[in-house]
C-alpha cells in the first residue's frame, strides 16, 4: 500500500511502506527541480440551453443552466427561465442568467439571440 506525499503543489507516492510513519520522501522519490508541477487546466463546462418540455408538436422550453456533457433534458443546475414559441412568451430570471454568465456559463446559440432580444445581454 503506497503512502500518499504532498510535496508544494504536486503530489507525489512513496513506494516503500517500511517507513510509513514518516512523511519525509527521499531523494530518489523526489521530482525533479526542472519539473513544475501545474495544475490541470479546467475548463468551464456549464452551458445555458434549452430543455424541451411539452408533448409532440407543442413545443416549451425551459432555459436551463446545465453542466454542457449532459444529454438535453437532463437535471439542470438551475433553472433560469422558459420559452414558449407557440405564444412567442418568454420569462426569465435575468439576476441569475447574469450571475451564470458573470462565472463564465456559455450560452447556446439560440438562447444567446433570445437573451440579446430580451435586452439581457448586449
Same mark, same amino acid.
Do not use: Y
Given at each position: 500500500?503506497?503512502?500518499?506525499?504532498?510535496?508544494?503543489?504536486?503530489?507525489?507516492?512513496?513506494?516503500?511502506?517500511?517507513?510509513?510513519?514518516?512523511?519525509?520522501?527521499?531523494?530518489?522519490?523526489?521530482?525533479?527541480?526542472?519539473?513544475?508541477?501545474?495544475?490541470?487546466?479546467?475548463?468551464?463546462?456549464v452551458a445555458i440551453r434549452f430543455?424541451?418540455?411539452?408533448r409532440k408538436k407543442v413545443p416549451?422550453?425551459?432555459?436551463? &443552466?446545465?453542466?454542457?456533457?449532459?444529454?438535453?433534458?437532463?437535471? /439542470?443546475? !438551475?433553472?433560469? =427561465?422558459?420559452y414558449d414559441p407557440l405564444r412567442?412568451?418568454?420569462?426569465?430570471?435575468?439576476? &441569475?442568467?447574469?450571475?451564470?454568465?458573470?462565472?463564465?456559463?456559455? /450560452?447556446? !446559440?439560440?438562447? =444567446?439571440?433570445?437573451?440579446?432580444?430580451?435586452?439581457?445581454?448586449?
Open positions: 500500500m503506497a503512502t500518499l506525499l504532498s510535496n508544494p503543489g504536486c503530489l507525489t507516492f512513496k513506494s516503500s511502506v517500511a517507513n510509513a510513519g514518516s512523511l519525509q520522501a527521499s531523494k530518489a522519490h523526489r521530482l525533479p527541480s526542472t519539473h513544475s508541477c501545474q495544475m490541470p487546466l479546467v475548463e468551464n463546462r430543455s424541451r418540455r411539452g416549451f422550453f425551459r432555459i436551463v &443552466a446545465v453542466d454542457s456533457r449532459k444529454r438535453r433534458d437532463g437535471r /439542470p443546475l !438551475e433553472e433560469l =427561465g422558459w412567442k412568451e418568454t420569462n426569465l430570471n435575468a439576476p &441569475a442568467i447574469k450571475k451564470w454568465l458573470a462565472v463564465g456559463a456559455q /450560452p447556446s !446559440e439560440t438562447v =444567446g439571440n433570445l437573451l440579446k432580444k430580451a435586452m439581457v445581454i448586449e
